[in-house]
């Protein structure tokens, strides 16, 4: 059995979690999501204040898939009581951002100003015109936004200018040197 899929979860007061018709809802004081459970072998157990994830077979596909329900599950029940963050670096000469509303425009060296709007449940905020921080309940898509804000302007690896997560590690490299 799954190491991770075995494992109880334990649901905070102020949360309810249903599981009907192979959808899985969690409703908190932050809002509501929901997560299909497309596998037929995988079932979900609420009771009282626990939830369980169980498999009734052992084939290799269905034992990839216990985990994972758990685990997004578990990230469902957490999102709805603490919203999740990431915070990106943007590192270069000039380079700047700012929010409008639900977008945000960044200055990142490019001719025109990369404009990327925040779908609904994320909040984008810059908390100084390098640094910004992406919040929501729904890790996924707070990990798909930041991912694709990120995307607009990669590190490059000799001045590392770019958009970076701020708990990454870069490491800087050497350039050229005069001919010896």
């Known amino acids: 059995m799954s190491r991770v899929g075995r ?33 037929r072998h995988i079932d979900v ?5 626990t939830v369980s994830v169980v498999r009734s077979r052992e084939e290799k596909a269905t034992k990839a898939m216990h985990g994972l329900y758990r685990v997004l599950i578990n990230n ?14 943007v590192n270069g000469v000039g380079y700047k951002t700012a929010v409008n509303g639900n977008k945000l425009t960044m200055n990142i060296g490019y001719s025109h100003p990369v404009e990327i ?10 908390v100084t015109p390098t640094e910004i921080k992406v919040e929501g309940i729904s890790k996924q ?40």
């Open 141 to 180: 898509l707070v990990g798909a936004v930041s991912a694709n804000i990120k995307a607009a302007k990669p590190v490059e690896p000799y001045h590392l200018y770019g958009i970076r997560y701020s708990t990454e590690q870069l490491v800087k490299k050497e350039g050229k040197t005069a001919g010896k």
């Open 45 to 49: 157990k609420v009771e009282g204040n």
């Open 7 to 39: 494992q109880i979860i334990t649901v905070p007061d102020k949360v309810q979690v249903v599981y009907q018709n192979n959808l899985v809802t969690v409703t908190g004081p932050l809002g509501v999501l929901s997560q299909e459970i497309a596998s």
């Open 76 to 89: 469902m029940i957490q999102g709805v009581v603490k919203p999740f963050s990431k915070t990106l670096i």
């Open 117 to 126: 709007v925040a779908p609904k449940g994320i909040t984008i905020v810059c």
